[in-house]
T-cell receptor
Framework: GQNIDQPTEMTATEGAIVQINCTYQTSGFNGLFWYQQHAGEAPTFLSYNVLDGLEEKGRFSSFLSRSKGYSYLLLKELQMKDSASYLCAVSNSNYQLIWGAGTKLIIKP | DADVTQTPRNRITKTGKRIMLECSQTKGHDRMYWYRQDPGLGLRLIYYSFDVKDINKGEISDGYSVSRQAQAKFSLSLESAIPNQTALYFC?????????????FGEGSRLTVL
């Protein structure tokens, strides 16, 4: 089967750094996405990785290792507004997105 | 105005009723999708359409049907709603010509079936 695993919930402190991990097993691979979703709102695109390595975009970075079936999202200088769920999704050989259940990130002052 | 608009945003209905959720987009994308989201589960694909004449079942299509009335409109119907169809439903679009396949989501339609 195909599955995406990520922690259910994480807690971090404002101003700190947090890393959210995602491991995947899919039939083929055509890229990995991270989306942010605030409670009751639509997911919004954060990043896309298709090659191994680190992609940096402001306070957010995303890393991919295809050989390990592993990705992480790194959030720096955490702000209260970063409290949200972070969804990992993989595009498989049919270009269909397989979604993880999401990681709820709680930021404390 | 939102690029991907869903109506209604909230709906409470009774078991056995027919419900239609509508989605329209101004992004000019060919591809449109319907997902449902349940607590503790990932987004699950119900149906998707790559153009007006193309409709495909997703992983959980039973109990649902769709209609692609135009490039910009994609409707989801529940012919006879049941309580386990209570969920948050999202419409999404993507651009055929965009390598990443990034999805653009509507604001969601919260459906409660009593």
């Amino acid at each position: 089967g195909q599955n995406i695993d990520q922690p259910t919930e994480m807690t971090a402190t404002e101003g700190a750094i947090v890393q959210i991990n995602c491991t995947y097993q899919t039939s083929g691979f055509n890229g990995l996405f991270w989306y942010q979703q605030h409670a009751g709102e639509a997911p919004t695109f954060l990043s896309y990785n298709v090659l191994d390595g680190l992609e940096e975009k402001g306070r957010f970075s995303s890393f991919l290792s295809r050989s390990k079936g592993y990705s992480y999202l790194l959030l720096k200088e955490l702000q209260m507004k970063d409290s949200a769920s972070y969804l990992c999704a993989v595009s498989n050989s049919n270009y269909q997105l397989i979604w993880g259940a999401g990681t709820k990130l709680i930021i404390k002052p | 105005d939102a690029d991907v608009t869903q109506t209604p945003r909230n709906r409470i209905t009774k078991t056995g009723k027919r419900i239609m959720l509508e989605c329209s987009q101004t992004k000019g994308h060919d591809r449109m999708y319907w997902y449902r989201q349940d607590p503790g589960l990932g987004l699950r694909l119900i149906y998707y359409s790559f153009d007006v004449k193309d409709i495909n079942k997703g992983e959980i299509s039973d109990g649902y049907s769709v209609s692609r009335q135009a490039q910009a409109k994609f409707s989801l119907s529940l012919e006879s709603a049941i309580p386990n169809q209570t969920a948050l439903y999202f419409c999404a679009t993507s651009d055929l010509n965009r390598d990443t396949g990034e999805l653009f989501f509507g604001e969601g339609s919260r459906l409660t079936v009593l």
